[in-house]
């Protein structure tokens, strides 16, 4: 789970911001759950508050929501957010998702990468981020034969997110 992230020095990103990015996060993900009854409407918010924490902090590399299956650990829908910093940054409305796909079968899933200043942290500092649950290690989910939609983000004061939608064949 490693990647690469930079962040300005200038300071004026503040976990209120990181908040409104990460509540247009929260919204994709309560979306999602309109269309699909996934994820739990009880864990969005902690979602949306992880996205927060580690986007101000400069922690986030991308998270990744949606469905896969399981037994061959590949995406079936899957919403990503990479972090950015300065250059294109949009902020877009909430949804634009595609045409509804059918997830019968596949269960909902979450996979985040930290960027490489996350694992400059101590293991106490790590403990310290007081994220809303803990997550383990593991390995990616692929997006082998699909189709991607970039184009949306969501962003305030020099900070986001860029979103894309994997949608397989």
């Known amino acids: 789970m490693t990647g690469s992230y930079s962040r300005s020095a200038s300071g004026t990103f503040t976990i209120t911001d990181a908040r409104y ?30 996205v927060a924490i580690l986007l101000n902090r400069g922690f986030l590399d991308t998270v990744d929501y949606g469905f896969r299956d399981a037994a061959t650990n590949t995406w079936k829908l899957r919403l ?4 950015t910093v300065g ?4 902020d877009s409305r909430p949804g634009s998702f595609p045409d509804p796909v059918d997830v019968t079968g596949y ?11 996350f694992w400059l942290l101590t293991s106490s500092d790590k403990a310290g981020l007081n994220l809303p649950f803990s997550r383990t290690t593991g390995t990616a989910p692929s997006a082998l034969a699909g189709a991607t939609t970039a184009g949306h983000g969501f962003a305030r004061n020099g900070t986001g997110v860029a979103r894309d939608i994997y949608v397989a064949h």
């Open 21 to 50: 990015v990460g509540g247009r996060v929260g919204a994709d993900l309560r979306l999602l759950y309109n269309l699909y009854g996934k994820p739990a409407l009880d864990s969005i918010e902690d979602y949306a508050e992880e």
């Open 80 to 83: 990503r957010y990479k972090a």
């Open 87 to 90: 250059g294109e940054l949009t």
């Open 107 to 117: 269960g909902f899933y979450s996979f985040l990468t930290y960027s490489s200043a």
